[in-house]
């Protein structure tokens, strides 16, 4: 969206694309695409030029499935906008050889959904004792704070998931699929908290004595795994005018779409994927959330100090439920 000059109001364009290129300096590059199968006319190029007439953009590029008109293209060139057209790949480079042969992707969405957690318990004079642990087991650090079992399982699967993925053999799985899998920590299993190595705990109360904490060695978690497999028929196209092949599709990924596009030249290729919503996935929450602090988090190792690590916090950790 780019505000008109003149009214303020802002005005849906297909793609922007901002940069700075200077000292208090942005460019700003507009890309508007038409897909219907005739070639674009003066007319589609006219209302281009002036829509764009008062948008605060540097250079408009216009993307014409089907081509252009003589007209339309003489005309984008005069109002120095950048007329590109898409065609198909057919160049014997084989450098290109990837986009050729490559006719659909199959994403794969893993679901894992913890099911069973066994603790393997330090006991002086015993030895190490196996337990089954609920969900709501306090976990323990040294300096007596603790957290919930569930969201420091949910953090080791997703620690864990290239493990995972090797366990279950994703990469051979077809079809939709639900199974099972299994992830194991220790023996001697430790956290970094606070720049140093450290034991987690949990408490027991003997018969007729005081509580106790006792070290963790090690923990098995058993998930249930449910794999969605997609296909995303891929295109191969050229934009002969700045010399770019790639090849591009969009179809089901889970519950939600994805649009790929695979660009390959002779240094190499780029895949970008551009995730939407499908229609049963939640909407975002726009009533705004309160601020958490999530030093403790880092202290204990419990996610990691960024973005995606706060945003799992607020999801499985401790910020799910002081939200």
């Known amino acids: 969206m780019l505000p008109n000059r003149l009214t303020g109001k802002k005005r849906e364009v297909d793609v922007v694309i901002r940069a700075k290129t200077g ?125 919930e079992l569930l969201p420091m399982v949910k953090a080791l699967l997703d620690a864990n998931i290239a493990n995972i993925t090797e366990q279950i053999d994703l990469r051979n799985i077809a079809e939709d699929l639900d199974t099972h899998a299994e992830i194991t920590v220790g023996p001697g299993w430790m956290i970094e908290q606070a720049g140093e190595q450290r034991s987690l705990y949990v408490a027991r109360r003997a018969e007729g004595q005081a509580l106790e904490l006792f070290r963790i060695d090690g923990m098995k978690i058993t998930a249930k795994a449910v794999i969605h497999v997609g296909e995303v028929q891929m295109q191969s196209r050229r934009l002969a005018e700045i010399d770019v092949n790639y090849a591009f599709g969009e179809g089901p990924v889970g519950d939600g779409k994805a649009l790929i596009v695979i660009t390959e030249g002779e240094s190499g290729g780029k895949l970008s994927v551009q995730f939407s919503q499908g229609p049963t996935a939640p909407a975002a929450n726009t009533t705004g959330r309160s601020n958490f602090n999530h030093a403790p988090c880092y202290e204990k190792g419990l996610h990691d100090k960024t973005k995606q690590g706060r945003a799992w916090c607020r999801k499985h950790g401790p910020a799910a439920t002081a939200s």
Do not use: C
């Open 23 to 147: 000292p208090g300096y942005e460019t700003v590059i507009a890309i508007e695409a038409v897909g219907r199968g005739r070639a674009a006319t003066a007319d589609w190029v006219e209302s281009m030029v002036g829509k764009h007439k008062n948008l605060p953009t540097s250079q408009v590029v216009l993307v014409a499935e089907g081509g252009f008109s003589e007209q339309a293209r003489e005309l984008a060139l005069a109002e120095k906008m950048i007329p590109i057209e898409p065609k198909m790949l057919d160049d014997p480079d084989p450098a290109l050889k990837l986009l050729h042969s490559l006719r659909s992707l199959w994403p794969k969405v893993v679901n894992l959904t913890p099911i069973r957690a066994e603790l393997d318990v330090d006991v002086p004079g015993q030895g190490i004792e196996t337990v089954s642990a609920p969900p709501d087991l306090h976990i323990f650090a040294e300096d007596g704070s603790h957290i």
